[in-house]
């Protein structure tokens, strides 16, 4: 089946505990992203990859830490986690560099820092 | 900057009710636009996209949506809701040349049975 698997689903942590969330795709695809939802804000991107070693920034970037070193695979790193981060993050993938196409969305991971 | 306005937070409408929903980007170049759906406790899919050729575009269950390019607007439509709609509703924007997909704020519609 066609998906992308985020890991942990959720999450509590202290603030200033290393983490990371790790995002799969099956589907080959090239392009992957990683947003944050909160309320009234909609989604924003944190980082993007459009294939293997290249990733950028998105508007929110500021205390994450992304790395693309197969294809399949996009963890999410917060080296020193904040309350701020508190937030429910969506990995996401779509086929060629760039999201033109259809994005396949994971099925989120709620994070909480105290 | 790039930017997505949606105008609406939160609608509510009665069942068989039409639908339109505001969507409003600042890019001057070209765009691929996009609305996606989240249905309650679960991740977004998309409805309906555009990228270029016939400015009104169809989508899944129903919606529609109309690229007005002097409007820079994407509004998204449904001749008839249902209970069933019931979700919350992101315009997104891509501008073509790199990897940014801009979401706006979201629209919660409620529908009522």
């Known amino acids: 089946e066609a998906q992308v698997t985020q890991n942990p689903r959720y999450l509590i942590t202290v603030t200033g505990k290393k983490l990371t969330v790790t995002c799969s795709q099956n589907m080959n695809h090239e392009y992957m992203s990683w947003y944050r939802q909160d309320p009234g804000l909609g989604l924003r991107q944190i980082y993007y990859?459009?294939?293997?070693?290249?990733?950028d920034k998105g508007d929110v970037p500021e205390g994450y830490k992304v790395s693309r070193k197969e294809k399949r695979n996009f963890p999410l790193i917060l080296e020193s986690p904040s309350p701020n981060q508190t937030s429910l993050y969506f990995c996401a993938s779509s086929p060629g560099k760039a999201p033109g196409g259809e994005l396949f969305f994971g099925e989120g991971s709620r994070l909480t820092v105290l | 900057a790039q930017s997505v306005s949606q105008h609406n937070h939160h609608v509510i409408l009665s069942e068989a009710a039409s639908l339109e929903l505001g969507c409003n980007y600042s890019?001057?170049?070209?765009?691929?636009l996009f609305w996606y759906v989240q249905y309650p406790g679960q991740h977004l899919q998309l409805l309906l996209k555009?990228?270029?050729?016939?400015?009104l575009v169809k989508g899944i269950k129903g919606f529609e949506a109309e690229f007005i390019k002097s409007k820079f607007s994407f509004n998204l439509r449904k001749p008839s809701v249902q209970w069933s709609d019931t979700a919350e509703y992101f315009c997104?924007?891509?501008?073509?040349?790199?990897?940014?997909?801009?979401f706006g704020q979201g629209t919660e519609l409620s529908v009522k049975p």
């Open positions: 990859s459009m294939n293997v070693e290249v990733t």
């Open positions: 997104a924007v891509n501008n073509n040349q790199g990897g940014k997909l801009i």
């Open positions: 555009y990228f270029s050729g016939d400015p």
């Open positions: 890019y001057g170049g070209t765009v691929n």
